[in-house]
């Protein structure tokens, strides 16, 4: 499978960390009072900024300056307790063999201690790719392209795995091939638009595979 590119995205598809980066708002706003998979499901793939822009919107004030340092320190300590990579993904992660990489909104600090905290470091080595060291953020293509560019493939060579509508947006902008990991039992307009998508890890060598072998390897 080396003539194409595995891109990953990281927060609630290899890690189980939706939750905790949700749980720390309750946490830190006790005007909040959103149950936590009504949150997850809100800010699924957003943007910090943007999400903190909601957040004052909805609640009617204004957070002060230093809530980003606090929210940010307190995933940090849900992390560092509570994170797991989800169910599969080691065993996945095993079995392909294709060049991969992250590329993920979150800050650099962010994703390796996420890597680092679920085991997974080892797969990606420095193979990271931050929105904040480009900024460009999903659904926009750019970290896509970029982490394309220095991975040495060019678009069409590359598989995206995502479990955001704004990551598959960006996949399918940047011209690559959207693989969407949902939750079981959700059902998603993609379904119906005819893109490739599952919910078990284990599915995806298999799927990696068949893309392979109808993707030439020129890169």
């Known amino acids: 499978m080396n003539n194409i590119c595995v891109i ?8 189980d960390s939706e939750g905790l980066c949700n749980q720390a708002f309750l946490d830190l706003l006790p005007q909040l009072n959103d149950p ?14 943007s999400i903190l822009i909601d957040l004052e919107n909805r609640l009617g004030l204004k957070l002060q300056n230093s809530f980003e340092r606090q929210y940010r320190q307190h995933v940090a300590e849900l992390f560092a307790r509570d994170l797991k990579p989800k169910p599969g993904v080691l065993e996945m992660l095993e079995s392909i063999n294709s ?11 962010k994703i390796r201690q996420a890597l680092e905290v679920s085991g997974l470091a080892a797969y990606f080595g420095d193979n990271l790719f931050s929105s904040y060291e480009i900024g460009s953020w999903k659904p926009e293509p750019g970290l896509f392209h970029y982490a394309a560019h220095a991975m040495g493939f060019v678009p069409s060579r590359c598989a995206v795995i995502e479990d955001s509508e704004v990551g598959i947006e960006a996949a399918i902008v940047a011209g ?44």
Do not use: W
Request: with cysteine; glycine share 6%.
């Open 99 to 109: 060049p991969k990489c992250i590329a993920s909104s979150g800050p650099l600090p």
């Open 36 to 49: 936590l998979e009504i949150l997850t499901e809100r800010y699924r793939g957003q943007k910090l900024s």
């Open 8 to 15: 990953f995205d990281l927060d609630g598809t290899l890690v």
């Open 176 to 219: 690559m091939t959207p693989l969407y990991y949902v939750q079981t039992g959700v059902t998603t307009s993609y379904q119906t638009a005819g893109h490739v998508v599952f919910d078990d890890m284990s599915q995806l060598p298999q799927l990696l595979e068949q893309l392979a072998n109808i993707t030439q390897p020129n890169r």
